[in-house]
């Protein structure tokens, strides 16, 4: 069975730091683009990243960069978004998802499988 599981989200204060992992079954991440998005409360969902299967480069939105930091490990499978500095407006939902498209700039509706989402909240 192809799926994304995401974990790792929580409570946490203003400044504070979380590490979500997506975890990959059925599939190869290696193999993927990824993207990690997120849904804030009564918004549409955003892109954070994006890493690119071609050769693994990341980009961020300008809200999370230097504070976020995309990561993998093959040998898990699992791909980890590490979210420091953390900021009310980083509450929401994560998703990660996987694109077999090589490149970043798909829509979001034309990534293959997507996670369940965690649910991230920063409040003091």
């Known amino acids: 069975q192809v799926q994304l599981v995401e974990s790792g989200g929580g409570l946490v204060q203003p400044g504070g730091s979380l590490r979500l992992s997506c975890l990959a079954s059925?599939?190869?991440?290696?193999?993927?683009?990824i993207g990690w998005f997120r849904q804030p409360p009564g918004k549409e969902r955003e892109a954070v990243s994006c890493t690119r299967a071609s050769d693994g480069t990341t980009y961020y939105a300008d809200s999370v960069k230097g504070r976020f930091t995309f990561s993998k490990n093959n040998a898990k499978n699992t791909v980890y978004l590490q979210m420091n500095s953390l900021k009310p407006g980083d509450t929401g939902v994560y998703y990660c998802?996987?694109?077999?498209?090589?490149?970043?700039?798909?829509?979001?509706?034309?990534?293959?499988?997507w996670g369940q989402g965690t649910q991230v909240t920063v409040s003091s």
């Open positions: 059925g599939f190869t991440l290696d193999d993927y683009t």
């Open positions: 998802a996987a694109d077999h498209f090589p490149a970043c700039g798909s829509l979001q509706h034309e990534y293959d499988v």
